[in-house]
């Protein structure tokens, strides 16, 4: 299964590739996910019905991930 | 170290750039009247040349302080005059004029330089430069578009059917809230402030939301796809944090 983690950024979105079989994609997809997330980033797993769920840890399992800034009030 | 007429705000070249550098600082050595040589901030409207001071004033005034607008140019000759004769008396005293230029800028013969043509390598770097920065500003165009047309491929992704026919069509797309059902008409032909539209059960707006993303620069559509994705799955969230404005 490969998971697939875009983040929102100026450029469009970056985007981080991992087969959950593979450990060391696991992790690099992790500490990513981690490092964004520990600075204020929103996670949300994207599901194929077009519903989408906020997520607060790692899941190698998701196949699509957003990851986005804060919104704040204008 | 000359003493020349230069003017900035006619677009004259300089020809002292020691001294250029040096009227950044405005001085304050006009009080010291007889042999002080003052430079003046380019900003200043008064800043379009080096000069001697009047001799006795108080004032950071030069005798060659824009003559046309207060002196004149007689004035500034008869002036120089005076500061050579000052100069005789005290030789030495003027740091950065000689006697000689003194005495021509007494018989006005010293007025404004004639422009210097650049040489040969300076005008290859200037073009260089030029060319460096036309470069640079076509990166910077090309990278905006990469990332509109990435965001925009990214939102259109994650679009349904009809979302995506009503953002092509008109420039929104409408979203049903996670939580309350509640539908909202997200428009991508504006800014993304202000730009979601909360709707009653017969489609008309009601409110309008605005919460987006602060604080970093992203592509329009990157904001939206961001308050979309809120809105459904954190619509209670969103709504906390974005201003609301009845609209009716």
């Known amino acids: 299964m490969h998971g697939t983690m875009r983040t929102l950024d100026p450029s469009g979105h970056s985007e981080h590739h991992w087969d959950a079989d593979v450990p060391a994609e696991v992790e690099a997809a992790r500490a990513h996910f981690n490092l964004m997330t520990g600075k204020g980033y929103h996670a949300f797993r994207m599901r194929g019905d077009q519903k989408a769920e906020r997520m607060s840890s790692f899941d190698p399992d998701a196949e699509s991930m957003i990851l986005m800034p804060q919104l704040s009030g204008g | ?248």
């Not at chain 2, 009047?54 to 002196?71: E, H, I, Q």
């Not at chain 2, 018989?107 to 430069?129: I, V």
């Not at chain 2, 979601?196 to 592509?219: F, K, W, Y």
Request: net charge positive; aromatic share 6%; with cysteine.
């Open chain 2, 1 to 248: 170290m000359p003493i020349y007429w230069v003017s900035l705000n006619d677009g004259g070249w300089w020809v002292d750039a020691p001294a250029v550098l040096a009227w950044t600082t405005p001085s304050t050595s006009s009080t010291a009247g007889l042999n002080t040589i003052t430079t003046s901030s380019t900003t200043s409207t008064y800043s379009n040349i080096i000069w001697p001071i009047t001799t006795g004033s108080t004032m950071a005034m030069s005798v060659f302080d824009t003559p046309r607008y207060f002196l004149g140019a007689q004035a500034a000759q008869a002036q120089a005059a005076l500061q050579q004769q000052l100069y005789d008396a005290r030789p030495g005293g003027f740091v950065n004029v000689t006697r000689q230029q003194l005495g021509q800028l007494a018989q006005g013969q010293l007025g404004q330089l004639p422009p210097q043509r650049p040489s040969p390598e300076q005008l290859a770097a200037a073009e260089r430069r030029m060319r460096e920065d036309h470069d640079r500003a076509q990166q910077v165009a090309r990278n905006r578009e990469s990332a509109a047309r990435r965001a925009r491929d990214l939102l259109i992704e994650h679009l349904t059917p009809e979302q995506r026919e009503t953002f092509v069509r008109h420039g929104w797309f409408v979203v049903e809230g996670g939580q309350s059902k509640t539908r909202y008409r997200i428009h991508t032909d504006r800014g993304p402030a202000g730009n979601i539209h909360e709707l009653d059960i017969t489609g008309n707006a009601v409110a309008q939301l605005c919460g987006h993303i602060r604080h970093m620069s992203l592509p329009l559509c990157d904001e939206v796809l961001a308050q979309m994705i809120m809105l459904k799955a954190d619509e209670e969230g969103y709504r906390r944090l974005a201003n609301r404005s009845r609209l009716r």
